[in-house]
Structures are given as C-alpha cells and as structure tokens.
C-alpha cells in the first residue's frame, strides 16, 4: 500500500499602499523547478522548525527567500528578524500574529497565503537567496501583473480582492 504524505506550505503576501485606492504586490520570480520563470510570493513547505503552525512556515520561507536570513534556528527567532525587517512599514493597528489568509486545501495539499499590508516600502528589501532571480513591485492591476504568474498568486489575489475593505480595518 502507498503512504501519501500531504503536502503542507505557506507564504506571505505583502501588499503596499500609498494613497487609498492604489496598491502595489511584492513578487518574485522562481528560478528552479517546477515554477521556474513563474513569479511568485514568498512561501514554501512546513518545516519541523515550524512546529506545525502555518504563520511560522510563512515567516520562515519569507526570511529565507525575502530577507537574506537562512539562519532562522526557530520560530521565535524568524519572528523576531522578520518584525525587524519590516519595522515601521507595517500598520501599527494590524495584528501580526493573526494576519488574514487564504487556504487552498485539497487531498494531499495545504497552503496558506497570508497578507501583510505595508504603509511603506521597507529598505534593503527584499534581499533575494538562490530561489529567486528577481523581484518587482507590481501594481494590483490584473492586466499589470506578469503573464507567468504562479496559479495559486491569481487565486490569493482574488479572494483578497476587496482590499479596500481590509485597509479601512487597519
């Protein structure tokens, strides 16, 4: 009998917005397979350093790939960088250990999308590892947005649609 193993991921959106009504995503594009060309947010597998939590794997995978910092030896500690990294670009309103999310859940297959909005865009970032070959800030624009876009960014995208509404909550 085969023994499937599920799949579980996350990753971070993060969405900057100067004046009402105009948003710009951070996106990256892959350099390896299976998404190779494809831009992409920040995101990957659960790791036991994550300790089965969701927001962890996304925090961690966005250290590693956005914010030059391999080193996370825990959770603790990727939070602590990550905070840093972004200190003063993200809402003082927003609560960072409970941002909203999107779920893709099918058999064999979990991932959360979380989003992060920022009200600045933070410097030295981001600082890419060898997953990525490039990152752009692109306008929240479905005609704007790159042709080769990961299925699961067009996804996040549109059940985060109502941006708006989200930015008058924060």
Not at 11 to 27: A, N, P
Not at 118 to 142: M, V
Request: proline share 5%; with cysteine.
């Amino acid at each position: 009998m085969i023994k499937w193993k599920k799949y579980k991921g996350a990753g971070v959106l993060f969405v900057f917005s100067e004046q009402k009504g105009t948003y710009e995503i951070l996106l990256g594009k892959r350099r390896y397979r299976p998404h190779r060309g494809y831009w992409d947010i920040s995101g990957g597998g659960m790791s036991r350093r994550d300790k089965g939590d969701f927001l962890n794997c996304a925090i961690r995978e966005t250290c590693e790939e956005f914010m030059g910092y391999s080193e996370c030896g825990n959770s603790e500690e990727c939070r602590k960088w990550f905070e840093k990294c972004l200190k003063g670009c993200i809402p003082s309103s927003f609560d960072v250990q409970n941002p909203p999310r999107t779920v893709v859940k099918i058999p064999f297959f979990e991932f959360h999308t979380y989003l992060f909005p920022l009200t600045c865009k933070p410097e030295n970032f981001p600082i890419l590892n060898r997953e990525f070959e490039g990152a752009k800030w692109y306008s929240f624009n479905i005609e704007k947005l790159p042709k080769k876009l990961h299925c699961g960014v067009r996804y996040s995208l549109w059940r985060f649609s109502e941006l708006e509404k989200f930015y008058q909550r924060t």
